[in-house]
């Protein structure tokens, strides 16, 4: 592991205050920022991590996952040639901070950051209580954590984003359905199964 990790850690309020990811999840984010300080991403193996926190590698990947989940960061694999075995892996932060304040602690790119951070934490939290909306309106109140991820996941990308009317007729659709068919509650749906495959396309 060559990377060596910078000084400073970042931890935006957005993290901090984030009470569906872990306490460790939240430390791990700040290293993670410190060590992406040279190339805006870092490498570093889950058992580099375990060492530092003196924790297993599956806490490790279980924060990751956390993070991820959350859209704070992206992890993406390389692979060795015509091999499972992987080659590297790289770890880069989703939003803020950005790769130039990784870099240089002055007084304008911290309230530059803290700006952003505000801005993101105003649409997360629009995007929590629409998604509030939404969950109120399902039949099968199971599994609301991964189902807000999986909301987060499609209402924030690039390419397509779903939209609350989507996704609001399509579960009102699919009531009438399962209302018109007598289905068995225990055949619908969790809520975190419908949010995850995005079912409101199917009805």
């Not at 951070?117 to 399902?138: G, H, M, P, Q, V």
């Not at 397509?160 to 289905?183: C, E, F, M």
């Amino acid at each position: 592991m060559n990377e060596s990790p910078s000084y400073y850690a970042i931890i935006p309020a957005g993290v901090r205050y984030d009470k569906q990811i872990p306490q460790g999840a939240k430390l791990l984010y700040g290293e993670i920022t410190a060590l992406s300080n040279k190339n805006g991403y870092c490498w570093a193996s889950d058992g580099y991590f375990s060492d530092v926190y003196k924790v297993s590698k599956v806490t490790i990947q279980n924060w990751l996952k956390a993070l991820e989940n959350g859209m704070y960061i992206s992890r993406q694999v390389n692979y060795k040639h015509d091999s499972k075995e992987i080659d590297k892996r790289y770890i880069r932060i989703l939003g803020t901070p950005t790769q130039e304040n990784l870099g240089t602690h002055t007084q304008k790119n911290f309230r530059e950051n803290n700006t952003s951070t505000n801005k993101n934490i105003r649409a997360s939290s629009t995007l929590e209580s629409d998604f509030e909306k939404l969950w109120k309106l399902y039949p099968k109140k199971i599994g609301k954590k991964p189902a807000l991820a999986a909301y987060k996941r499609a209402m924030s990308r690039k390419k397509n984003p779903a939209t609350n009317r989507q996704i609001q007729d399509g579960i009102v659709a699919y009531r009438q359905l399962i209302n018109s068919k007598g289905t068995e509650k225990r055949f619908v749906k969790d809520g975190s199964t419908f949010f995850n495959q995005e079912a409101w396309n199917d009805y």
